[in-house]
């Protein structure tokens, strides 16, 4: 799934995953599953950004499997298909986080554009990481600051002028160990 956006097809007929592959390949990479066991299995191991679930599955209930793809993943869109269209199914689903509701026979362009919707709105998981690494950054900016600031303690403490404390606290560790001078020998070895 090289840099493109994975949809998983869990349906029991073959058909579905072919029509999926052969409609949608040219935008998306089409993960098919016979049975929600396998689905899960997909859901849990492969990256996957929308998943295509019947609500009829040999092993599972379509709503039993919408619960258990939110307890792998709670913010996947799911997208429930179903030729046994009833009103009750349709707010059952969406009670159970269901983002839309499909009835067979459909155009695969209004699929479609269900999915571009769903992955529009949905929260990219590159925004989570994007503010994580963020966050990570900013930690690591404060402690290599407060190393400076330890170091430029450090060196006053030995009596050194202000203007070398100023120059060798703000470079790096390399140039210091490097320089086999009278920095290295006031540190000692406990200081690297």
């Not at 956006?5 to 592959?21: C, G, R, S």
């Not at 092993?59 to 793809?69: N, V």
Request: net charge positive.
């Amino acid at each position: 799934m090289a840099g493109r956006q994975a949809v998983l097809v869990i349906d029991d007929e073959p058909n579905m995953t072919w029509l999926f592959k052969e409609a949608l390949g040219h935008r998306y990479d089409v993960v098919g599953a016979q049975d929600g066991r396998s689905g899960l299995e997909v859901v849990s191991t492969q990256p996957v950004d929308v998943v295509l679930l019947d609500l009829r599955l040999p092993d599972m209930d379509g709503l039993k499997g919408i619960h258990e793809i939110r307890r792998v993943n709670s913010n996947l869109p799911v997208i429930m298909m179903t030729a046994y269209a009833t009103v009750k199914n349709a707010v059952e689903a969406m009670k159970a986080g269901a983002y839309d509701y499909v009835v067979k026979p459909f155009e695969v362009a209004e699929v479609e554009k269900v999915i571009r919707e769903a992955l529009a709105e949905t929260p990219s998981i590159f925004k989570n990481l994007e503010g994580w690494m963020r966050r990570r950054l900013r930690m690591c900016l404060w402690k290599q600051w407060k190393r400076v600031r330890t170091r430029y303690r450090e060196l006053r403490a030995l009596g050194l002028p202000e203007r070398v404390v100023h120059e060798f606290a703000n470079t790096r560790k390399g140039p210091w160990r490097m320089a086999q001078g009278p920095m290295n020998r006031a540190l000692g070895n406990s200081y690297w």
